[in-house]
């Protein structure tokens, strides 16, 4: 039976969280439907083919662009039930999580969060998930038949495994009563937003004030990344509060971050561990954000910055 996978969408877009889950559920090899509610585009829908769906389901629905947890868990169990899909896979974001712990709750089904590898099936069913904020790793068996996972950002490889899917009109029956309902919502604007970046370029306290952001911003533009900073940066207005990355601000995992004059907080570094590669710019050597780094580069920003810039600019 195959793989159910909630794919989560913005604007008509699938978002690419969403993508890796498609990815991951068809590595474990038992095939993939995806369900997909609201106003999505066509081509997107088919796109999920090509990276591993075999068929995805579309509740068109418009009212699932505000609809609230009551209503979308009570789709997803729903489509398990109908698919007789005994795994649900979505991504950790701000809707999946929540979204898995109710659909475990409702489906009777074992959950994991936060799991970053394909499970080890060689005696019972075993998954790696992250815990203390990327500091550990734990193996967690689930050993019910039904099964909801939630995979952490960049814990699948998205390929090109296919071609386009079929999409099939879902009935995702009469609405649910919802005790809460959404009336509007608001999105963080700018070119590229921090949950989906491949690239973040962050600064701290060590910028010296707003009026320096300028040069984050160009190298920013040049990497098409998008910016972050500290939470000293936004608590003093310097930045907007939606561009806090740390344990009390947005937690992003991308395959690039770039912390210039972070000093590397305990609280900053929770928010960023899951990055694939840390690059670290800052003029004092005993800064704590070296150890976690990757790479790191001692010296003035303000000289470092617009060198780099110009060098990628070159390399282009």
Known sequence: MATLVFVESADGKIKKNSIEAVAYAHAMGQG?????????????LEALGVYGAQKVL???????????LEAITAVVAKAMQDESSDILVLA????????????????????ASNVV????????????????TGKAFAFVELKKTKKVIGIRKNAAEIKEVGSKASVTAYQAGAPVAEAVKVLSSEKA????????????????????????????????????????????VSDMGWRPHHEHVGQTGVKVAPQLYIAVGISGAIQHL?????????????????????KAA???????????????????????
């Open 270 to 290: 929770a928010g960023v561990n899951s990055s694939k590669c840390i690059v670290v710019i800052n003029k004092d050597a005993e800064a704590p954000f070296f």
């Open 189 to 232: 604007t700018g070119e590229v937003l921090l949950p989906e970046a491949n690239i973040v370029v962050s600064g701290g306290r060590g910028m010296k004030g707003p009026e320096h952001w300028g040069v984050l911003e160009e190298l920013a533009a040049t990497l098409h990344a998008a910016t972050g900073c500290s939470k000293p």
């Open 92 to 111: 950790n974001s701000s809707l999946g999580t929540p979204l898995a712990g109710r659909v475990a709750a409702r489906t009777g089904a074992a959950l």
């Open 58 to 68: 579309h509740s068109a629905d418009s009212s699932f662009d505000k609809a609230g």
């Open 117 to 132: 590898s394909l499970p080890d099936t060689s005696s019972g069913f075993v998954v790696r998930k992250s815990i203390y």
């Open 32 to 44: 993939v439907t995806a369900l997909a509610l609201g106003t999505v585009e066509q081509a997107e």
């Open 294 to 316: 990757d790479y790191g580069i001692v010296g003035d920003a303000f000289e470092i910055i617009p060198k780099l810039t110009e060098a990628i600019k070159a390399a282009k």
